[in-house]
């Protein structure tokens, strides 16, 4: 479980370290957050630096990540820095551009079976025989806290919103928001219909294993909520809506199309539920759209 005291201080500890991601208003009432621009192209240097640096001196160590690749970036990119080496278990599904970049970072790739679970299994038996620092990809309370420094910004950049969508894979980015944001403002999951970690647990009282599939899958595909985003959201009221695999197709096609921002599917997800209508704002509304991932090929964007 984590509060926003602990948002707090991991704002504090990886000031610096981070980008502050610009907002974009595209509409009265609408911002965009733009956290595909932070380093390594999602919001998971947050929580990854978080998690590194809570710990102290990590010069010469390893540090291990199981990841569809985003969180992998993140943890390459934040153990380089802190003269550490990384090793990132990933699925044999991961997108190529994420394995290529993941190398281009100096981390050590393995590829293991299809799934997130699978890579996550390998890495963990692996940092335990080798005594090595595990960085999970959301369900540690630093990189959920780390996530939500995003959130922290956000109402600093917008002066205050009423309600917040953001994309749930695992859970850690909206356990960091939703934390952040208690009783100032509304968080909305959005997920995609063929990956509802959050939604199925929520409606079964506790996290629960679901199949996972879609054009998200990479990097929303998660078999199963974190048990840290599945309290805080059950904690602070947290809804989620789902989306279907043409809403996100369409959402990530007019970011490009109107504003010339490049998204994964997972990123523009939340998007989705805005522009598809899951979600339809009140009179007066004001809300913040968070857009979370950039690491994708843009060849299909034109």
Known sequence: MITRSEVD??????????????VFQPLDGLWFKLEHLQRTGSFKARGAFNRLLSVGDVRGAEVVAASGGNAGLAVADAAAECGATARVFVP???PRVKVDRLRALGATVE???????QAYEAAT???DRRGALLCHAYDQPEV???QGTLALELLEQTGGVDTVLVAVGGGGLIAGIAAALEGVAKVVAVEPRTAPTLHSALAAGEPVDVQVSGVAADSLGASRVGDIA???ARRTGVES????DQAIADARGLLWSEYRQALEPGGATAYAALLGGAYRPESGERVAVV??????NPADLA
């Open 230 to 232: 599945f309290a805080v």
């Open 9 to 22: 201080a991991a704002a504090r500890r990886i000031g610096g370290r981070v980008r502050r991601t610009p």
């Open 241 to 244: 809506l789902l989306v279907d």
């Open 144 to 146: 959920c806290a780390g």
């Open 125 to 127: 038996e692996y940092a």
């Open 291 to 296: 857009l979370c991932g950039a690491n994708t």
């Open 111 to 117: 590829q293991v079976g299809d799934r997130y679970a």
């Open 92 to 94: 044999t599904t991961a």
